[in-house]
């Protein structure tokens, strides 16, 4: 049942997927997984183009995917977990940048946030947020139900998290200038 379930992706993720990066990424998902769960060096290849997809010096909490990337399938939940907090983080940066209530969106959850951003950005990337939020962070938060599974996620899952935290991620970057220094290291506080 194990490989059987890491191979699997639940729907409304692979729409997101299809959504958010390219075909080439998605043949890139599916090589991964399939080497992630095998044993010996195209398992350690996968590990390390992982770990080069995310870098070895970004911002936390995106740094430490690189440490939870070596014991998949274990740790799915915090790879997402650690993944969303990233993008939640930029989503904060972004929405204090543009916000009347500027503090308060620092203090606000993601979901908050885009709300409040959502005529600021592009229909397509703020329902890509949404969903993001909806069936990837929120789940890797709060739901800790996994029926009859081993995990919360499975590895293609976590996988394609990481891909599509890093493209929704530079997405939001580009639109904002405080998301970026945040994401360089340059801005120092309660969220930095």
């Not at 397509?124 to 947020?129: C, E, G, P």
């Not at 405080?178 to 340059?186: L, P, R």
């Amino acid at each position: 049942m194990s490989k059987e379930f890491n191979k699997k992706i639940d729907e409304k993720i692979a729409d997101l997927v299809k959504n958010v990066v390219d075909d080439n990424t998605i043949l890139e998902i599916e090589n991964l997984t399939n080497k992630l769960l095998n044993s010996g060096n195209p398992r350690l290849e996968a590990i390390k183009i992982l770990q080069n997809q995310i870098g070895f010096t970004p911002k936390r909490p995106l740094f430490y995917l690189n440490d939870f990337i070596y014991d998949l399938p274990n740790h799915t939940r915090d790879i997402a977990r650690y993944a969303g907090d990233y993008i939640d983080y930029l989503i904060k940066h972004f929405a204090h940048e543009q916000s009347v209530l500027k503090i308060l969106a620092l203090y606000s959850s993601l979901g908050k946030n885009l709300k409040e951003l959502r005529k600021t950005i592009d229909y397509k990337l703020y329902q890509n947020l949404e969903n993001y939020n909806k069936y990837i962070y929120t789940p890797a938060k709060h739901d800790f139900d996994v029926k009859d599974a081993l995990h919360r996620f499975s590895v293609k899952e976590a996988v394609s998290i990481v891909f599509i935290s890093l493209a929704l991620g530079k997405q939001i970057i580009n639109l904002s200038k405080e998301a970026k220094d945040y994401s360089q290291n340059k801005l120092h506080g309660p969220f930095s």
